[in-house]
């Protein structure tokens, strides 16, 4: 049975950082690519970054690229997001997710997600 849950959320300051971490069991990343999305109620999920099941190589929304860094321990099976430099406008609930396959393929299975908001 495929199980992640994400945790570090909280509340912080424009500018600050914070580590998200996504706890998985029942899968290995070798298995599927895995992710991270965002959601802001109302609106579409967002798709944060990807980490490929074939070569590890990590794909990155826009947004994001230059301040958001995925990493993987995969002895732990556990996926982090260290996130810097945050801005309002990254305020979403964040969620682990696997794929069907690789990058382009759909999401799988996800967590409950942890809430990150950022305001001063």
């Known amino acids: 049975e495929v199980q992640l849950v994400e945790s570090g959320g909280g509340l912080v300051q424009p500018g600050g950082s914070l580590r998200l971490s996504c706890a998985a069991s029942?899968?290995?990343?070798?298995?599927?690519?895995i992710g991270w999305f965002r959601q802001v109620p109302g609106r579409s999920r967002e798709a944060v970054s990807c980490?490929?099941?074939?070569?590890?190589?990590?794909y990155y929304l826009d947004a994001v690229k230059g301040r958001f860094t995925a990493s993987s321990d995969n002895a732990k099976n556990t996926l982090y997001l260290q996130m810097n430099r945050l801005k309002p406008e990254d305020t979403a609930r964040y969620y682990c997710?696997?794929?069907?396959?690789?990058?382009?393929?759909?999401?799988?299975?996800w967590g409950q997600g942890t809430q990150v908001t950022v305001s001063s």
């Open positions: 980490m490929s099941n074939s070569d590890g190589s990590v």
């Open positions: 029942g899968f290995t990343f070798e298995d599927y690519a």
């Open positions: 997710t696997t794929y069907y396959s690789g990058c382009e393929s759909p999401y799988h299975d």
